[in-house]
């Protein structure tokens, strides 16, 4: 624990401790509301906020930068001036502390391409959050640190004046790519900090020809890498974390000329229904060291209820990544084989697996497809078809395209092979058919590993233009040809088209910029 002078930021507090033990973040923590659950993690509750606030998002609009932003729903411009007024915001708050905490970590285990990120904060709970979320320098690291790359002011317990122009509430998350800084302000939600720092990555890894992706990795006995994408709900966590193979990461990585490296130094679990028969893994992993965001905790036996989602369906586990027994440090592994990309289709129509010509991949990756069920979103009566470019579109900075054209590049010269794999509904949509069985999609998962899928004989969907295997050890034909498993022929083609209609609607926002010729699903 090393104390630092902040006051070249404006910050003039002189208590502030720099990277201080897990042991001392629990004693602070401690003294401001946290608890320790019986399993030795700390539990928190971060407020008001629960979850990220996307609508309060704002990125500096900059003649440097502007031209290389993707503008819009995802990416709101602000003024450089509204910017200096939220950081001289957030300074001034800063300043009002008795103590603060410094962060210095890395993002990225590539040395070659990490960027030294720097945390200033008030909260003890957000430092430890940080220090397992970011990759840990070692002591003569530390010391050898020097300047960092970019820095997060974290005022969260202050909110964001109305008043400044560009704010939309008192909630505000605003980076300036020329300051190289992100100020956030009016809420205490830990994953503010993380996905920042993502965001960050989305940026400036593409600018040296490196692709930043949304996706988990793991690495085989024979060091074959899998890329495993896919929205919230697809399975992408918990096929990632396969016992018989080493995981790189859960949710962030970059794919350079050399290989595949995690941007993360831990992981950020959802919490709800764990459980050690589910993810035995992730259960055991929440100890001593780790944060519990907005779990329900019995006050006297320390118990964490993971059912309960009183506060919020959106509880959430962050612990170092070599808390995951099979975890793979460091978190890098060679050019992928095999990329997954993972969707729950609620309407029961995709096949469970099909082979992707890289096209199709480029297709299925700029819609970045998955369906919402009844039940999951006030108003959701059927399955609702949901769409995020590149799996990730709420984190991107450069257009969706610029991503796309990067890993279709990339497969091109590393030779990989891409699989669409739907975890979603068979038999009929949602209310009518059943869900995949997780035993048949770890059968397909495995088959793709052990290359048994690829020499497999094949049949094309007639209305998704699909290469379908016809064949898969422990999963039966019935399944791997969806309208086998409808009782309804008619009404499988007619959930089919409909589906396609979607998809092609959705792509048609991106088709006429592309300057490679990516082909839809359908002809």
């Not at 122009?165 to 009016?186: A, F, K, N």
């Not at 900075?397 to 794999?421: C, F, G, I, S, T």
Request: glycine fraction near 8%; charged fraction near 20%; aromatic fraction near 10%.
């Amino acid at each position: 624990m090393h104390s630092i002078d902040l006051s070249h930021y404006g910050i003039y507090v002189r208590d502030v401790l720099r990277n201080p033990s897990r042991a001392k973040l629990y004693e602070e923590a401690l003294a401001h509301g946290a608890i320790i659950t019986d399993s030795g993690a700390l539990a928190v509750n971060s407020g008001a906020k629960t979850g990220r606030s996307p609508q309060d998002k704002r990125v500096v609009e900059h003649p440097a930068s502007s031209a290389h932003v993707w503008w819009g729903d995802v990416n709101f411009p602000m003024t450089e001036h509204s910017f200096f007024i939220n950081r001289r915001r957030a300074c001034d708050y800063l300043n009002t502390r008795p103590r603060l905490y410094v962060q210095d970590g890395f993002a990225g285990w590539d040395p070659t391409y990490r960027l030294k990120i720097r945390v200033i904060c008030e909260s003890a709970y957000h430092a430890l959050f940080m220090q397992n979320m970011l990759i840990r320098p070692s002591r003569e690291g530390l010391a050898e640190f020097g300047e960092p790359d970019f820095v997060i002011y974290n005022a969260g317990a202050f909110p964001a004046n109305t008043y400044t122009p560009q704010m939309s509430s008192t909630t505000s998350i605003c980076l300036s790519l020329e300051e190289r800084e992100l100020v956030i302000l009016g809420t205490q939600y830990a994953g503010e900090m993380k996905k920042g720092v993502f965001t960050i990555m989305n940026y400036v890894m593409p600018k040296q020809e490196v692709l930043s992706m949304h996706c988990a990795a793991n690495e085989g006995d024979q060091g074959d890498t899998t890329l495993f994408f896919g929205l919230s709900g697809t399975g992408k966590t918990t096929l990632s974390a396969d016992p018989r193979r080493r995981l790189i990461g859960d949710d962030e990585h970059c794919w350079s000329d050399e290989g595949i490296f995690n941007i993360e130094g831990g992981c950020y679990a959802k919490a709800i229904h764990l459980s050690p028969e589910k993810e035995p893994q992730i259960f055991q992993a929440v100890r001593f060291g780790a944060v519990l965001e907005n779990v329900a905790v019995d006050p006297e036996t320390r118990f964490v209820d993971y059912s309960d989602d009183s506060i919020t369906e959106n509880t959430r586990a962050a612990y170092p990544i070599e808390f995951i027994p099979h975890a793979k440090t460091p978190c890098m592994g060679g050019h992928p084989r095999n990329i997954i990309l993972l969707t729950c289709d609620a309407f029961g129509v995709l096949p469970p697996v099909s082979k992707l010509t890289p096209e199709q991949t480029m297709y299925h990756f700029i819609n970045g497809y998955t369906a919402k069920v009844a039940g999951t979103e006030m108003g959701i009566t059927e399955p609702k078809a949901t769409f995020s470019a590149c799996f990730g579109a709420a984190f991107l900075v450069w257009p969706p395209l610029k991503y796309a054209e990067l890993l279709a590049d990339k497969m091109r010269r590393h030779d990989a092979q891409a699989w669409l794999v739907n975890t979603g509904w068979t038999g009929g949509g949602y209310g009518e058919g059943r869900r995949m069985d997780l035993v048949h999609t770890r059968a397909i998962i495995d088959a793709i590993h052990d290359g048994s899928l690829a020499n497999a004989p094949t049949m094309e969907d007639p209305i998704f233009h699909l290469s379908v295997p016809t064949e898969c050890r422990g999963v039966s034909k019935e399944i791997l040809i969806p309208q086998n498993a409808w009782q309804d022929v008619r009404a499988y083609q007619t959930a089919a088209r409909k589906l396609v209609a979607r998809f092609e609607q959705n792509y048609a926002r991106y088709a006429g910029a592309l300057q490679t010729e990516f082909h839809p699903i359908s002809s």
